[in-house]
């Protein structure tokens, strides 16, 4: 497997300006060529570490969640990634190693692991190997519930977790790292793949919010009215409601990296 990651550089002069990064009311889709080292953050609490942050809260658009892709040098790092105590984890890794420490506990991750960190867990990062580790972070304020605990960690891979398939379609398939039916998860972290014209045979129209960030594969999906072709990088982020579907048209599989928000009752106090 591959697990696509923002190409940073910079386009040379004779490159004319791209067309396709859109901006709507329903829907944002960022190609992968746009995320270049000018568009980069270095963070508090982080050393030898940039981030795209490619998504964030907006009112009046996508609420829950912000992503970021994160480059971490050889020996970089942090002690205390996360500035929000409230706040839980997706971690995907793309490419390199990484040493996740959760709670005292010492977890290596590599190209296809995941790790879903509770909000109220002590953990840290630190690229101990020679290259750079690239990985994919989604972070969400973790929402409690009556009767409902936190969750606890999950260290897992891509390999590691079977696919579930969708049913009725010979096509479709969900890696689910986290259960669907554990109301004590409140996002869930997928990778969603489709073998060779594969397709979602409606237009998805539903509550949750979604960050969809392709690793592998192409496609053409259709967000709210456009049908928008898609690729490896790309990331396609959608507000509550906004129609989506999906036809895989190239001969290896299309696969993304998948954010929602799951298992609560919308707030009936607009905030």
């Known amino acids: 497997m591959t697990y696509a990651f923002p190409p940073g550089g910079l386009p040379g002069q004779h490159v004319m300006p791209d067309g396709k990064a859109v901006f709507t009311t329903a829907y944002a889709f ?27 809260p907006m009112t009046g658009f996508a609420e829950t969640f912000a992503q970021y892709a994160v480059e ?10 996360e500035p929000d105590a409230g706040a839980e984890a997706g971690i995907f890794i793309a ?12 977890h290596m991750l590599t190209a296809g692991g995941y ?58 398939a969900t890696t689910r790292f986290a259960d669907p039916d554990d109301l004590r998860h409140d996002m869930h972290v997928n990778i969603v793949t489709f073998e060779q014209g594969g397709l979602i045979p409606f237009a998805e129209t539903h509550i949750m919010e979604h960050g969809l960030y392709v690793l592998q594969g192409t496609a053409r999906y259709l967000l ?10 790309d990331f396609m982020w959608l507000r509550a409601y906004c129609p989506q579907a999906c036809v895989a048209t190239s001969d290896e599989p299309f696969r993304y990296l998948l954010y929602k928000d799951v298992n609560r009752h919308p707030d009936l106090v607009l905030k």
Do not use: C
Not at 165 to 170: E, F, L, N, Q, V
């Open 30 to 56: 960022i190609p992968a060529n746009t995320m270049r080292d000018i568009v980069t953050s270095v963070l508090p609490g982080w050393t030898d570490t940039r981030a795209w942050i490619i998504a964030r």
């Open 72 to 81: 971490v040098a050889p020996g970089g790092g942090s002690d205390a990634p």
């Open 95 to 106: 490419t390199g190693e990484m040493t996740l420490v959760i709670d005292g506990t010492a």
């Open 115 to 172: 790790a879903y960190v509770p909000p109220s867990a002590v953990w840290s990062v630190k690229n101990n190997a020679a290259e750079p580790l690239q990985f994919h972070w989604v972070r969400k304020r973790w929402q409690p519930a009556v009767g409902v605990t936190e969750p606890d960690a999950i260290i897992t891979s891509d390999a590691d977790t079977p696919p579930t398939p969708m049913p009725d379609t010979g096509k479709w």
């Open 224 to 233: 709210n009215t456009d049908w928008v072709e898609v690729g490896p990088g």
